[in-house]
């Protein structure tokens, strides 16, 4: 009987997620503004996106949900900038909340979309994933099971998908990507999903250059698992405490703390001091390893 009712309480998750996925996401408006120097916040109020600009073209990370893009090009737009001077599109992860708008993105600025090896054909299909393992009840406690399986069924019925964006460029772990005199590497830090990327690059703010590492999502999500999930966090853990960091940003802004530290630079004597804080990236790593260690999944 217990089984029959969490079956049935699956299934009413996944037409709620349903309903949600054609209602739209929810994102609301956020105020963009400039972390430091070329680097800017050009999100919603949860999930990121961020330009760094140069005089030769201008860098995008993320496109949010399929229905988030308006709101970028406003908060790009008000920053003074053109979106059809962004040259190249970059994504942290494939999934609906962060590659999502990129196919609207990338019709509206012209520019090139580059991808890892590993998140390229599911943003190409639209969020089609067919590497991501099935729960067993071997592998996990029964409700666990339920909810993996209620989170298929959403894929299934297409509730996850997003309209598929044109990859043009799939980079490897190491690859830096340049427009002008803008350079910014990929680091690929799976484990979230088979591909995550991190990406690590400086900006130059008054005198001083500051590290900036934009660091993909390390949390373990019920429905998105693969056998070799393990081993690529043990290496992401490494990987980025291995980075530089002055500066650290995320794929959603609570995270990292956006509204925080935006609110505390417009009173700071130099705003960008506001957004310096190797302390929280590695909090944000130890965090994460201890979550999975634990073996918290979400």
């Known amino acids: 009987m217990l089984i029959f009712v969490l079956g049935l309480a699956a299934v009413g998750v996944v037409l709620v997620l349903r309903a949600w996925a054609r209602n739209g996401s929810g994102q609301q408006p956020a105020e963009p503004f400039r972390i430091a120097g070329s680097f ?49 599109l970059l994504n942290s992860e494939p999934h609906m909340d962060h590659a999502g708008g990129l196919s609207a993105l990338q019709q509206a600025s012209g520019g090139e979309l ?7 054909n599911v943003i190409a299909s639209g969020g089609d994933d067919p590497s991501v393992t099935v729960l067993s009840w071997r592998d996990e406690k029964p409700t666990a099971v339920l909810v ?14 997003y309209p598929p964006a044109r990859v043009d460029h799939r980079f490897k772990d190491g690859d830096t990507i340049r427009v002008g005199s803008i350079s ?30 934009s660091a993909c999502s390390l949390k373990v999500v019920l429905g998105a698992r693969y056998p070799e999930q393990g081993a690529d966090l043990e290496r992401s853990f490494r990987v980025l405490r291995s980075l530089p960091a002055d500066i650290w940003v995320t794929s959603h802004a609570r995270w990292w703390g956006r509204y925080r530290k935006f609110v505390a630079s417009k009173t700071a ?9 190797p302390e929280g ?8 390893e201890t979550e999975f260690r634990s073996g918290r999944t979400y």
């Open 40 to 88: 800017y916040y050009v999100g919603a109020n949860d999930v990121t996106s961020y330009l760094i600009t140069g005089p030769k073209g201008h860098v995008l990370i993320d496109g949010g949900y399929a229905d988030t893009p308006p709101l970028i090009l406003a908060s790009i737009a008000k920053l003074g900038f053109d979106i059809r001077d962004v040259k190249v």
């Open 281 to 288: 990236y590695r909090g944000y790593i130890d965090t994460a």
């Open 148 to 161: 993996g399986l209620g989170l298929g069924a959403l894929s299934w019925i297409g509730a996850d998908s």
């Open 114 to 120: 580059w991808a890892s090896e590993a998140s390229a």
């Open 184 to 213: 910014i590497t990929a680091r690929i830090t799976g484990g979230h999903t088979r591909g995550c990327t991190s990406w690590s690059f400086k900006v130059r703010d008054g005198d001083r250059d500051l590290d900036v590492v």
């Open 269 to 277: 004597k130099n705003p960008a001091d506001s957004f310096v804080d």
